[in-house]
């Protein structure tokens, strides 16, 4: 099974900042990678795919990059909305993973 | 718009069998290249891929459920279900559906208790 690792666990920002959350696959999954917000509650919303392709809808404050083993998701500019859970997930194998996510909350 | 709806007992005993559905609204499920699956979220955990079955009937299942793990298709009603027996404690959680990456339904949790 190809597992995913992210970090931080947790991060702790103020509205405004520019944060970045990173994710490493276990072996490489090329680009096939995606990133979830999660907010409590409510089903996880795809922000990102295939890396660094935004899913329509999903402001442009949001942006992904990498492949191989080594993910980013990038917020440029943190808004109320934005403080949620975020995961990780690839689908390069017919094996499904999602990283432990990472929790993003209000410094 | 295509949207996907859970249904099915919140609460199942141990060792039985829980039985889920997910019906598809706003499209074809046997229409397109996609995958229809199972994720589920023990309550204050994280997401955990339990399976799913491809437009061609192909399916695959998490190695750690597999031995348990049913999902099948109706292209009839529009759905398709989740079958996991013998379950224990550990398989109280909310359920998801959804089709491929970007469309999934609200969750239903599931509670195993006597």
């Known amino acids: 099974d190809i597992q995913m690792t992210q970090s931080p666990s947790t991060l702790s920002a103020s509205v405004g900042d520019r944060v970045t959350i990173t994710c490493r696959a276990s072996q490489s999954i090329s680009s096939w990678l995606a990133w979830y917000q999660q907010k409590p509650g409510k089903a996880p919303k795809l922000l990102i795919y295939?890396?660094?392709s935004l899913e329509s809808g999903v402001p442009s404050r949001f942006s992904g990059s990498g492949s191989g083993t080594e993910f980013t998701l990038t917020i440029s500019s943190l808004q109320p909305d934005d403080f949620a859970t975020y995961y990780c997930?690839?689908?390069?194998?017919?094996?499904?993973?999602f990283g432990q996510g990472t929790r993003l909350e209000i410094k | 718009q295509v949207q996907l709806q859970e249904s099915g007992p919140g609460l199942v005993k141990p060792s039985q069998t829980l039985s889920l559905t997910c019906t598809v609204s706003g499209g074809s499920i046997s229409s397109g290249d996609y995958y229809w699956s199972w994720i589920r979220q023990p309550p204050g955990k994280g997401l955990e891929w339990i399976g799913y079955i491809y437009y061609s009937g192909s399916t695959y299942y998490n190695p750690s459920l597999k031995s348990r793990v049913t999902i099948s298709v109706d292209t009839s009603k529009n759905q398709f279900s989740l079958k996991l027996s013998s379950v224990t404690a550990a398989d109280t959680a909310v359920y998801y559906c959804a089709r491929d990456n970007g469309i999934w339904g609200q969750g239903t949790l599931v509670t195993v208790s006597s």
């Open positions: 295939k890396a660094s």
């Open positions: 997930q690839q689908y390069n194998s017919y094996l499904i993973t």
